[in-house]
């Protein structure tokens, strides 16, 4: 999650957390003219296509009229981000207006463009501020191209609709929106130029908690919950199993606890055993205390969901995936992505008493083939959802600096 605050001071805070993947939540202060935009067609722009990766929606946007470019779709975004090097490239002037601290306390500059205009297929529209940070080391967690993220001045202005079972997503304009399903309308907070809702967790043994959750499209975690809550709360000596995990992205890397509560309840529905992350920071978005957690991409993409932010409410619209259990990793292998095209799956981390562990796996090895197959022709997600598979076996080929080695590996649950 980075945090992007414009001060009085220009001072500017980023907080990156993937691996849970969890892109952005950002803050600015200032309130100005809405800039222009246009439908192509009508008031709406209809069937915009994008990919799913770990739960993170990437579409395809052309920034100043350029080729198209990948962002991020995030609520918790309150300023447009483009990539400091595709800005550069793109020709975009813009001003280094101070320092941004990541999750590991590494500053990176931090800038602002002025009046940039963005395309989506049926819609054009220009934002008046549009921050300027380095994505580049999302690239090697997500294995794709970070180009920008569309956040809180996007979704303030239309009405969002996104199919994560067809992979859609339709804009309408928030004047002539008129909503006529069936679907759960549950009540949106605007603070911080975030969206944040109530919900209820159930702990095995205890009374259920309510709390304040961030609505998060930017992260592949389903939830996350945050320090103080935790300490507060005494969480962990709820949870039958939790084991160490590494976030990354943005400016550093931090850790959390990974395991699972009983349930999340969210409007009518009730979310049985989703996995879950213990923030262990104590500085950063992740120790906010006005947040009891985060619901991310591995709950979102359970729905059809429709943000209206004019009306101050998320609608849910259960699809098929609704039931279906949560899974996470059970090799115990966090991998990253290398090499200029992205295809050269690294392990970044090693779980203790996992079956990466138990196999020899090292952190630092390169996985060349599975199961014969080159590594090199599956993307980072292909990797992770292959190994979340209870009891599946692999055969690992490793390069370890000039070894060649063949490991041998079988998954089981962790959490």
Same mark, same amino acid.
């Given at each position: 999650?980075?945090?992007?605050?414009?001060?009085?001071?220009?001072?500017? /805070?980023?907080? &990156?957390?993937?691996?849970?993947?969890?892109?952005?939540?950002?803050?600015?202060?200032?309130?100005?003219?809405?800039?222009?935009?246009?439908?192509?067609?009508?008031?709406?722009?209809?069937?915009?296509?994008?990919?799913?990766?770990?739960?993170?929606?990437?579409?395809?946007?052309?920034?100043?009229?350029?080729?198209?470019?990948?962002?991020?779709? !995030?609520?918790?975004?309150?300023?447009?981000?483009?990539?400091?090097?595709?800005?550069?490239?793109?020709?975009?002037?813009?001003?280094?207006?101070?320092?941004?601290?990541?999750?590991? &306390?590494?500053?990176?500059?931090?800038?602002?463009?002025?009046?940039?205009?963005?395309?989506?297929?049926?819609? *054009?529209?220009?934002?008046?501020?549009?921050?300027?940070?380095?994505?580049? !080391?999302?690239?090697?967690?997500?294995?794709?191209?970070? *180009? &920008?993220?569309?956040?809180?001045?996007?979704?303030?202005?239309?009405?969002?609709?996104?199919?994560?079972?067809?992979?859609?997503?339709?804009?309408?304009?928030?004047?002539?929106?008129?909503?006529?399903?069936?679907?759960?309308?549950?009540?949106?907070?605007?603070?911080?130029?975030?969206?944040?809702?109530?919900?209820?967790?159930?702990?095995?043994?205890?009374?259920?908690? !309510?709390?304040?959750?961030?609505?998060?499209?930017?992260?592949?975690?389903?939830?996350?919950?945050?320090?103080?809550f935790v300490k507060a709360?005494?969480?962990?000596?709820?949870?039958?199993?939790?084991?160490?995990?590494?976030?990354?992205?943005?400016?550093?890397?931090?850790?959390?606890?990974?395991?699972?509560?009983?349930?999340?309840?969210?409007?009518?529905f009730t979310l049985d055993?989703?996995?879950?992350?213990?923030?262990?920071?104590?500085?950063?978005?992740?120790?906010?205390?006005?947040?009891?957690?985060?619901?991310?991409?591995?709950?979102?993409?359970?729905?059809?969901?429709?943000?209206?932010?004019?009306?101050?409410?998320?609608?849910?619209?259960?699809?098929?995936?609704?039931?279906?259990?949560?899974?996470?990793?059970?090799?115990?292998?966090?991998?990253?992505?290398?090499?200029?095209?992205? !295809?050269?799956?690294?392990?970044?981390?090693?779980?203790?008493?996992?079956?990466?562990?138990?196999?020899?796996?090292?952190?630092?090895?390169?996985?060349?083939?599975?199961?014969?197959?080159?590594?090199?022709?599956?993307?980072? *997600?292909?990797?992770?959802?292959? /190994?979340?598979?209870?009891?599946?076996?692999?055969?690992?080929?490793?390069?370890?600096?000039?070894?060649?080695?063949?490991?041998?590996?079988?998954?089981?649950?962790?959490?």
């Amino acid at each position: 999650m980075i945090k992007f605050c414009i001060s009085s001071s220009k001072r500017l /805070f980023l907080l &990156g957390i993937l691996l849970s993947l969890h892109l952005m939540s950002v803050c600015a202060n200032g309130q100005q003219t809405a800039p222009p935009t246009h439908f192509a067609s009508g008031t709406s722009a209809l069937r915009i296509p994008f990919e799913l990766s770990s739960n993170v929606i990437f579409l395809q946007v052309r920034v100043n009229n350029s080729q198209p470019l990948w962002f991020v779709l !995030d609520t918790g975004a309150s300023l447009t981000i483009i990539d400091a090097e595709r800005a550069k490239l793109s020709g975009i002037k813009f001003s280094i207006v101070g320092k941004a601290e990541g999750a590991g &306390g590494s500053p990176v500059d931090a800038g602002l463009a002025k009046d940039i205009s963005f395309s989506l297929p049926g819609l *054009d529209f220009q934002a008046r501020q549009t921050g300027i940070i380095s994505l580049s !080391d999302l690239n090697r967690y997500t294995g794709r191209t970070v *180009d &920008g993220v569309l956040g809180h001045n996007f979704f303030s202005r239309f009405v969002v609709e996104i199919d994560y079972a067809t992979r859609l997503i339709n804009l309408y304009d928030p004047k002539s929106f008129q909503y006529s399903g069936s679907g759960e309308s549950v009540p949106i907070e605007l603070k911080d130029s975030g969206a944040a809702v109530r919900a209820r967790l159930a702990l095995a043994g205890r009374a259920p908690i !309510d709390g304040n959750f961030r609505i998060d499209t930017g992260g592949s975690h389903a939830l996350i919950l945050h320090t103080p809550f935790v300490k507060a709360q005494n969480i962990l000596q709820s949870v039958p199993k939790t084991i160490a995990a590494p976030a990354a992205g943005v400016g550093g890397e931090t850790a959390v606890r990974l395991g699972r509560i009983q349930s999340l309840q969210l409007g009518r529905f009730t979310l049985d055993k989703p996995v879950t992350s213990f923030a262990q920071s104590t500085k950063g978005a992740l120790a906010n205390k006005d947040l009891t957690g985060n619901i991310g991409g591995g709950i979102l993409r359970r729905f059809k969901v429709i943000f209206d932010y004019q009306n101050k409410r998320m609608i849910l619209e259960p699809n098929g995936k609704i039931a279906e259990p949560f899974e996470s990793d059970m090799s115990g292998a966090v991998l990253i992505a290398e090499g200029a095209k992205l !295809d050269v799956p690294k392990v970044f981390y090693i779980t203790e008493n996992s079956p990466a562990s138990e196999a020899g796996l090292r952190v630092g090895d390169i996985i060349t083939a599975i199961d014969s197959k080159p590594s090199s022709t599956l993307s980072l *997600d292909d990797i992770r959802e292959m /190994f979340k598979q209870n009891g599946r076996e692999y055969s690992l080929s490793i390069k370890r600096g000039e070894q060649s080695l063949q490991i041998k590996i079988k998954l089981r649950g962790l959490i």
